[in-house]
């Protein structure tokens, strides 16, 4: 502590970044400061603080900081430091999946429809998102049935075929010149009035189809244009009726027992509720505006970011407002609502989190359990020098020998670090040699420790070997050829669960029930899927390419196109002819060869 204190006065009154580090001078926690020199201290006076930042500070054996010039530069730079250090106390989005959009590719001739997760400023239309339970393939469909929309990309110069669509009456055309640009234009028109809300229509379309569809028999076509109609029914029910004006913003609350929090986001575009996500955090910061504002910057890293932001009156408004104007580019309206229809949403929001906060607190103890804690019991069980923060799996896997691949995947703080998984395709080994893989495999990764890459590569604190207790001489034989340290080797013998390490011959049994044995079983499948996965598709791969040389006419370049196309053999097996001539150079007399050989010799 006594490099803290006189760290603690030679602070200075800048705005910037501080990292906290613990004993193992990993860091623990990062945040940004308008005046570092004051916040900083905050942590290490009497007065008091919330139990979570008691507990992080409890761990502080040190610390840095880093001047910026803004407020809002440090801001920017704390979300950098979050992604790339991942620090146990910060907030830390693993679930921040984004949400599907209806995309209407406005800069072509003949504009196509499609789903995207990504908005790019591309002068293209955007519509959505899309949640709660409704389905944008649904979307789409109802779009092309109603509006004859086209859905494919394919080329509108040139003389070309229709495809089936056209015929069973659900594109017009545009790529075989069937339909005009102005016809095409109104179809367009008719489509996005659709997706800004105006429902009627498409429901009248789909009701005439439906009751043509009975009427010939043709029952199961008319279930599908049912269960399409009660998907229209859903979406108009989402229109929030009580609203005078469309409002378009996200609105945003934040629920906390000073050790847990949480936050719901409820989501309006033009009056219409899309739907709602909740989100449990565990962070350590110092007050309650703090902890919103770090879970804006990552939400909206991964979100579109909207015209209105609702929230409650702690949130640091102006400095959001600036940051969203400054890294995006983008004017945010933040608007601290107390009363009205916008008051009246973030109750809503409110009570949501509060839910589900007082729903989840169980949960994420036991999380906490199943990982942090495991942590520290693996550390006592196998008497390890440190905290394991950063453990790495490896595993291998291969059919006698054949399209040989190995795994890594990572876990940091008991948790799966899915950006940081690598996947190697074994190179120098001969046959069906797990050991001698494995140690090229673990070769190649340690290279990468005090190299450049070693930013992209962080030295971990325990390896983990899918195996017994050959597995781990013949990797701890590499370990020693290259005078590795401070990294930790143990192995998993999946038949008995013992753990093997470096210092015993005799493994040790961990009780079946105990969490830390359950977080190793975790990171062994993990890493036994990772590498099965990999070796599956490359086979499949393989094997497929080695099918379709076999067929006459079928070169490098129709190869490559029916790959890219369906990716596995299965999968052109089970496709059409008609389908098999939507891939660049194939003819339909080629796709009935291709059809005829695989029907004929699989």
Known sequence: MDVIKEKLKLLPENPGVYIMLDEYQNVIYIGKARVLKNRVRQYFHNSPKPEKVMKMVENIRDFNYIITQTEIDALALENNLIKKY???????????????????????????????????????????????????????DTLQLSFCVRLCHTATTGKKRECLNYHIGRCTAPCAGKVTKEDYALQVKRALSFLDGNYKEAEKVLSDKMLNAAENENFEMALDYK?????????????????NTFIDADIIAYSTNNLYS???????????????????????????GEALTGFITQ?????????????????????????????FGKTVEITVAKQGNKARLLQMAKQNAVEFLEKSIDKIKHKDDMTVNACKRLQQLLSLQKYPRRMECYDISNVS????????????????????YRRFKIKTVEGANDFASLQEMLLRRLEKLGSEEEDKFPKPDLVIIDGGKGQLSSV???????????????SLAKREEEVFTI?????????????????????????????????????S?????????EIEGIGKVRRKALLEKFGTLNKIMEASVDELCECDGISKSVAQKIKSYLDENL
Do not use: W
Request: neutral net charge; glycine residues 6%.
């Open 86 to 140: 991942k620090p146990k106390y910060n907030i830390l989005l693993k679930d921040d999946k984004t949400y599907p959009y209806i995309k209407v590719d406005m800069r072509e001739e003949f504009p196509t429809f499609s789903i995207t997760r990504k908005i790019k400023k591309d002068g293209c239309k955007y519509f959505g998102p899309f949640m709660g339970g409704i389905n944008c393939k649904d979307i789409l």
């Open 227 to 243: 269960n399409k109609l009660a998907m229209l029914s859903k979406l108009e029910a989402k229109r929030i009726t009580s609203l």
């Open 262 to 288: 949480a936050v719901n986001i409820l989501i309006t575009r033009k009056g219409i509720m899309q739907g709602g996500s909740n989100f449990a955090l565990d962070e350590a910061h110092m007050s309650d």
């Open 299 to 327: 939400y909206y890293l991964n979100h579109e970011i909207p015209s209105e932001i609702i929230v409650e009156e702690f949130c640091e408004k102006e400095l959001l407002q600036n940051y969203f104007k400054d890294k």
């Open 401 to 420: 020998g054949v399209d040989k691949v190995g795994s890594m995947v990572v876990f940091i703080d008991g948790e799966a670090d899915r950006n940081s």
């Open 476 to 490: 701890n034989e590499i370990f020693e050829q290259n005078g590795v340290e401070g990294i930790e080797l143990i």
């Open 503 to 539: 210092s015993s011959d005799v493994g040790i049994k961990i009780p079946h029930r105990d969490y830390a044995l359950k977080m190793l079983q975790r990171i062994r499948d993990e890493a036994h899927r990772f590498a099965i996965t990999y070796f599956r598709n490359l086979h």
């Open 541 to 549: 791969k393989n094997n497929l390419k080695s099918v379709l040389s």
